[in-house]
């Protein structure tokens, strides 16, 4: 099974830019799946951002152009760059780690707050 650490979010000024981090412990491979999520009050939880281990990534609507995901596959880690961040970009942030080829599984982080005041 994998585990993940989610270091603390933060909270930052609109315009302002946080830097998130997740480590997996565990095994992963080439076709897992590193990502992001949120989830902001009275709302579903929606894609930010995943990645595969050969770079390939995926991003929400809402994040295109502001929000960068890296993978460092040496330590199991994925990291979210968030600049020029907005109100809207309130919510408990979840790492997901998804692997369904070599082995299968689905695991999310214990969330993170960001908080962008205006």
């Known amino acids: 099974q994998v585990e993940l650490v989610e270091p603390g979010g933060g909270s930052v000024q609109a315009g302002g830019s946080l ?3 997740c480590a997996a ?3 992963l491979f080439a076709s897992t799946v590193m990502g992001w999520y949120r ?3 009275g709302k579903q939880r929606e894609l930010v951002a995943t ?3 050969s770079g390939w990534m995926n991003y929400g ?3 295109k152009g502001r929000f960068a995901i890296s993978r460092d596959n040496a330590k199991n880690t994925v990291y979210l760059q968030m600049n020029s961040l907005k109100p809207d970009d309130t919510g408990v942030y979840y790492c997901n780690v998804r692997e369904n080829i070599v082995l299968s ?3 999310w982080g214990q969330g993170t707050q960001v908080t ?3």
Do not use: T
Request: aromatic content about 4%; cysteine-free.
């Open 39 to 41: 989830q902001a009050p």
């Open 105 to 107: 599984y689905d695991v």
């Open 51 to 53: 990645i595969i281990a």
């Open 61 to 63: 609507d809402a994040v």
């Open 19 to 21: 830097r998130l981090s």
């Open 25 to 27: 412990d565990g095994s």
């Open 116 to 118: 962008v005041s205006s």
